[in-house]
């Protein structure tokens, strides 16, 4: 196939990304959005399309390429306040952007295996867990992706050496101690004491974990028995999302949290188990990767700015930079685009055209 244009990319890729916002999905079923992704690359170039049952990804290769690059979209929605599915954080223009990369590399030499990765469940932090491992299984040796973020200039690049994302996971702590009347408490194991001792305890433990950077803990649900007001009950749960800058300290925090409920649970003779959910690894850029991507964007003229603080949310690319040297960086989508994740935000189409570059750069 001949060579695209800017003009033609950025026009095609515009109606994609507005056809993928018509169809978000949850994480770990973006049937609809990988079948839209694959036709529109299987019409309009002659990548090797890969499908992977739940993500697929596409190949350019050339004869005598001296390396392999790998470049990643995720394609998953989140869900609005009125219970509602909607691509509230852009992965739709993520997604239609590395189609754009795409499109851009047809008819091109570039001395590179050129992999583009779609990769589902980002909001879950399992996705990338999936898809990383094709970094091992291709021997790629650099991987690059992007997140637009609302609050900076619309198409400029944000570079962060070091943590740009934070690690998190969530952390469930399930008690079980013994039912009683509420009349006589102290026949009965209540949870709820354990309960609150342990949100008390948290900004010490997180402060006693911290030695790199913040270390924080929010509390997501608190439960321990019903409207029940005869009732001292037997059952409590505890959810908290951890996060901190860096891998390490979130585990140390995490044993904190759990030694400490472990032991007061036996002395108090409660059960006690745990559980993880969305595990996220810090998004972590070595600086010698982020001194090269400057280099790149310098020489291809594409304005960028670099960040001294991490964001503080938590993005799934860390589990490919485990695998291989690579970057992470933002794409302004403008100082006055509505926050990620709330109602009146959609990925702006003024930007498409700046992320495309920015990938192309690092080609």
């Known amino acids: 196939m001949k060579s695209n244009t800017y003009e033609q990319i950025i ?11 018509k169809c978000p999905e949850l994480s770990g079923s973006e049937k609809e959005t990988m079948k839209r992704l694959k ?23 050339e004869a005598g390429a001296w390396t392999s690059k790998a470049f990643r979209a995720d394609m998953d929605a989140v869900t609005g306040e009125d219970g509602q599915l ?36 980002e909001e879950t932090g399992q996705g990338g867990k999936i898809c990383s491992r094709l970094l091992e299984e291709k021997g790629i040796r650099e991987v690059y992706g992007f997140h637009n973020l609302p609050g900076y200039p619309a198409g400029q690049a944000v570079i962060k050496k070091g943590t740009f994302a934070c690690a998190s996971r969530g952390l469930i702590i399930n ?5 009683c009347h509420a009349a006589y408490p102290e026949e009965g194991i209540n949870p709820a004491w354990l309960i609150g001792e342990l949100i008390g305890s948290i900004p010490s433990l997180a402060e006693r974990a911290a030695s790199q950077g913040m270390v924080l803990a929010t509390i997501i649900e608190v439960k321990a028995g019903g409207e029940n007001f005869g009732v001292s009950p037997a059952d409590g749960r505890l959810a ?23 032991k007061r649970a036996v002395e108090g003779g409660l059960k006690f188990w745990y559980e993880i959910v969305d595990e996220f690894p ?22 960028y700015v670099e960040e001294s603080v991490p964001f503080r949310w ?3 690319f860390g589990w490919y930079l485990m695998k291989a040297p690579g970057m992470f960086f933002g794409v302004g ?12 935000y959609e990925f702006p189409d003024e930007i498409l055209e700046a992320a495309v570059r920015a990938f192309e750069a690092l080609l």
């Open 314 to 316: 938590s993005e799934d």
């Open 175 to 179: 008690l079980q101690g013994r039912q």
């Open 86 to 121: 909607f691509h509230g954080c852009g992965h739709d223009g993520h997604s239609a952007v590395l189609a754009g990369l795409c499109l851009l590399l047809e008819g091109r030499k570039t001395g590179c295996n050129v992999y583009a990765i779609f990769q589902p469940s």
């Open 282 to 303: 810090d998004t972590y850029n070595e600086p010698d990767m982020a001194e090269v991507c400057k280099r790149r964007f310098e020489e291809s003229r594409i304005a």
């Open 333 to 344: 989508a403008g100082e006055d685009c509505p926050g990620l994740h709330t109602g009146a």
């Open 11 to 21: 026009s095609e890729i515009k109606t994609l990304r507005r056809q993928l916002h």
């Open 240 to 262: 908290i999302t951890i996060r901190a800058e860096r891998l390490p300290e979130l585990n140390r925090f995490q044993a904190f949290i759990l030694s400490l409920a472990e």
């Open 39 to 61: 036709e529109f690359l299987q019409e309009r170039t002659s990548f090797t399309i890969v499908d992977c049952d739940t993500w697929f990804y596409a190949v350019h290769e």
